[in-house]
């Protein structure tokens, strides 16, 4: 039963990798690290019950299934890049994460705050290209995006090119592919 259980686990922190760029308990870690929280306060932050937090960290659980949970992650993820460079002070920082977990997670095209825009008000290109991966990526596995693009590539070629740049390609890519298509 062990062997079995280990098996799952290993399964679920590989499709984690494929989802979120990583295993959720090294992302969660190091939020925890960077941004000076404990568990508790990371789970509630994140509108996550604690017991939830710790089966995604464990791998009990393979998948963050509200996609507003995955935008706060996201969110968490540029705060704690700034704390990190200088840009954003622990005083600010702990402010911006009150924001972030009164947040409903909504689209960057209507942004609601300052932690989802540039100075001038209008959503980065990194952040709306984060957004639609992850929503691509809360839905279905690279693999089964990967597997509706090669399905959809006879008859709509560049739709298929969206779901296999957006839904299991690089963030840079995804960044090119998006200032490419813009007119």
């Known amino acids: 039963m062990e062997a079995a259980q280990q098996e799952a686990t290993a399964r679920a922190r590989e499709m984690q990798r494929s989802w979120y760029g990583e295993p959720l308990g090294a992302l969660f ?5 960077d941004l000076g929280l404990n568990q508790a306060r990371l789970a509630a932050v994140l509108g996550l019950s604690a017991p939830m937090l710790s089966q995604l960290m464990s791998g009990q659980r393979a998948k963050i299934g509200n996609p507003a949970v995955v935008q706060r992650v996201q969110a968490l993820q540029e705060l704690a ?11 600010e920082a702990a402010e911006r994460m009150d924001e972030i977990k009164r947040s409903s997670g909504g689209s960057v095209l209507t942004p609601t705050g300052s932690q989802t825009t540039a100075s001038s008000g209008a959503p980065t290109v990194r952040r709306v290209v984060r957004e639609i991966q992850s929503l691509l990526r809360s839905v279905a596995a690279a ?3 990967i597997e509706a693009a090669e399905t959809l590539a006879p008859s709509q070629p560049e739709l298929a090119e969206f ?9 840079a890519e995804a960044v ?3 200032e490419a298509h813009q007119s």
Request: glycine share 12%; no cysteine; aromatic share 6%.
């Open 29 to 33: 870690r190091r939020l925890i690290d």
């Open 176 to 178: 090119a592919h998006y």
């Open 81 to 91: 890049a700034q704390v990190a460079d200088g840009s954003v002070s622990a005083a």
């Open 163 to 171: 779901l296999r740049v957006y839904g299991a390609g690089r963030t």
């Open 143 to 145: 693999g089964d995006i």
